[in-house]
Structures are given as structure tokens and as C-alpha cells.
Antibody, heavy 122, light 111 residues
Framework: EVQLVESGGGLVQPGGSLRLSCAAS????????MNWVRQAPGKGLEWVSI????????YYADSVKGRFTISRDNSKNTLYLQMDSLRAEDTAIYYC???????????????WGQGTLVTVSS | QSALTQPPSASGSPGQSVTISCTGT?????????VSWYQQHPGKAPKVMIY???QRPSGVPDRFSGSKSGNTASLTVSGLQAEDEADYYC???????????FGTGTKVTVL
């Protein structure tokens, strides 16, 4: 059974930094691209970033480009999101999610963690 | 990349059908057959109900079906049940640097 467990959320001041982690199990982590998706309180879903299985290729939403960095440690089956220069509008639940299919197959997210809450406030 | 457009709400009585639309552009919904639908209950993580326009993952009831015409995709829930009451989000692939464009979300109420 696929399991994704996020951690690292909390309260941070505007301009501050935070690193989220997502521990993966139940599948061959090194084979799948991984994503971060966020949801502001009472709002809809917003895709944040994706990283290739090897970690060599990454993409970001325009709203976080230049401030957030996605990475992975395949030896630890763990996904990360380094968040710098945080703003109030980054307040959200952050979910890690696995892409369906390997290589060029699949464009949806077939497994999600339970999320970790990030609050940016002074 | 703008969010895909969904109606804010939809409703139906138990046993009835409800259809939710998802309108995008020729750069996302209309460009690829990679439209997905996610169900989210309050306080829970999203769950994929439909992928690649009309494919159902294992374990999803066949009451859920998807389709697409041009730049608009649709999710139909037939034989509504109480547990179908949730928020539903569509999503479309819009290229490598826009892996997931989500819809605005629709709250489905079972009357």
C-alpha cells in the first residue's frame, strides 16, 4: 500500500523559511515523479511543483518560482520542499502526491499524503 | 496559467444524477486527453476518481464517469449516494511546466 507522510509544517513569519518533507513507502520511489500541491484555507487546489524520478528535472508554478525548491533523496525515499521568502499567501495545507505511471505515462496524481499545514503570519 | 472553470455548486437527490462541467482552453483541457477528477471530503486529502478523461481507477464505483468535448470536460455521478457529498476538482495537463491546472472546485450536495 502506498503511503505518503508529510511533516515540517508550522508557523513562520513573513520572509522566513521552512522545509517540508514527505516520507514515501509502499512503492518503488525511484521510479515515479513526485509533486507538491497546496490548498489555502477554504480554497481550491493549486499545483506547486514536480520533480522527475532522478531529481534532475523540476518545474514550478509561477507563484512560487524562485522562492521554493523541490528536491528528493532517493536513498531515503523522501521528497522535500524548501520554502524561502514566505508570504502570507503561502499559508496552506501542503500535500505531496505521486504521479500515476512511469516515464511519459500518466498525468494525474494517484496517491496523496494527508498534508501538513504551513501558516505564514507575524 | 488560469484555473479551469467549474460551477460552485451542484446538487441532486439520492438516486439521481449530477453532472459537473470543467471549462478550460485549447492549451489545457482541449490540448490533451489528460483530464482528471478528484473528490475531497472535508478535512481529507483529494482522491482521484477519473483520469485520462474517462478512466476509473480500481475501486472507484462505475457510477462515476467522465467525458470531454473540445475545451470542456464533464464528470457525471449517477445514482447519487450520501457519501458522494464532497468537493470535486477537475485537473488538466498543460505541458511539462504546467503539470496540473486545477479547476475552481464544485461542492456537490446530496439533498
Amino acid at each position: 500500500e502506498v503511503q505518503l507522510v508529510e511533516s515540517g509544517g508550522g508557523l513562520v513569519q513573513p520572509g522566513g523559511s521552512l522545509r517540508l518533507s514527505c516520507a514515501a513507502s509502499g512503492f518503488t520511489f525511484t521510479t515515479y515523479a513526485m509533486n507538491w500541491v497546496r490548498q489555502a484555507p477554504g480554497k481550491g487546489l493549486e499545483w506547486v511543483s514536480i520533480i522527475s524520478p532522478s531529481g534532475s528535472t523540476t518545474y514550478y508554478a509561477d507563484s512560487v518560482k524562485g522562492r521554493f525548491t523541490i528536491s528528493r533523496d532517493n536513498s531515503k525515499n523522501t521528497l522535500y520542499l524548501q520554502m524561502d521568502s514566505l508570504r502570507a499567501e503561502d499559508t496552506a495545507i501542503y500535500y505531496c502526491a505521486k504521479k500515476r505511471g512511469t516515464g511519459q505515462t500518466g498525468r494525474d496524481l494517484d496517491s496523496w499524503g494527508q498534508g501538513t499545514l504551513v501558516t505564514v503570519s507575524s | 496559467q488560469s484555473a479551469l472553470t467549474q460551477p460552485p455548486s451542484a446538487s441532486g437527490s439520492p438516486g439521481q444524477s449530477v453532472t459537473i462541467s470543467c471549462t478550460g482552453t485549447s492549451s489545457d483541457v482541449g490540448a490533451y486527453n489528460y483530464v482528471s477528477w478528484y473528490q475531497q471530503h472535508p478535512g481529507k486529502a483529494p482522491k482521484v476518481m477519473i483520469y485520462e478523461v474517462s478512466q476509473r481507477p480500481s475501486g472507484v464505483p462505475d457510477r462515476f464517469s467522465g467525458s470531454k468535448s473540445g475545451n470542456t470536460a464533464s464528470l457525471t455521478v449517477s445514482g447519487l449516494q450520501a457519501e458522494d457529498e464532497a468537493d470535486y476538482y477537475c485537473s488538466a495537463y498543460a505541458g511539462s511546466n504546467n503539470f496540473c491546472v486545477f479547476g475552481t472546485g464544485t461542492k456537490v450536495t446530496v439533498l
